[in-house]
């Protein structure tokens, strides 16, 4: 391996462990990790396959799915409407956005959990006219979904850097 060969890798391991730091700020850490690979193998063509690549793509965008449509899960799996599920997404995303500044690593995940539950209580009562406790029930639904969303994207996170790393050091 050359010196600018062995470059490239650290580059790509180095930005593989970021992109899972910045996964746990809810930021495209694992489409961050990915790029950067892509850019050093078109820089040095023998540091990794295009098929790890691929791999590596085809895992992020599972925890893509995975986050967008896990606050709906939860919200529909706890008798939730269809309004709910959107509330709950729309909360998710706002609730991210707005605890990001806050609490340094976990403040995007606490506020996307916390979006998520407030944002299908608020549909439910407010659009599907759910009493408060069948409203409290489903946001709890959409929190705790959202929860594990940002565990398994993380964990997905994790594989996809894993790949990335074992791909440029074989």
């Not at 705790?144 to 791909?167: D, E, H, M, N, Q």
């Amino acid at each position: 391996m050359t010196v600018m060969t062995s470059l490239a890798a650290a580059i790509v391991i180095l930005m593989s462990g970021l992109g899972v730091a910045l996964t746990t700020l809810t930021l495209p850490g694992a489409w961050v990790a990915l790029l950067t690979a892509v850019i050093c193998k078109l820089w040095r063509p023998e540091l990794l396959d295009w098929s790890t690549i691929g791999i590596g793509a085809a895992i992020a965008l599972i925890g893509e799915v995975v986050e967008i449509f896990a606050s709906a899960a939860g919200a529909a799996r706890a008798g939730g409407s269809r309004r709910g599920a959107i509330g709950a997404v729309v909360g998710s995303l706002l609730g991210a956005i707005i605890g990001a500044p806050f609490l340094l690593l976990v403040g995007a995940i606490i506020g996307a959990v916390i979006g998520a539950g407030l944002g299908a209580i608020i549909a439910e009562r407010g659009f599907a006219g759910r009493t408060w406790k069948d409203s409290a029930r489903i946001g709890a639904g959409a929190a705790v979904g959202r929860f594990w969303a940002s565990v398994a994207k993380v964990g997905l996170c994790g594989v996809v850097a894993l790949i990335l790393t074992i791909g440029v050091l074989r």
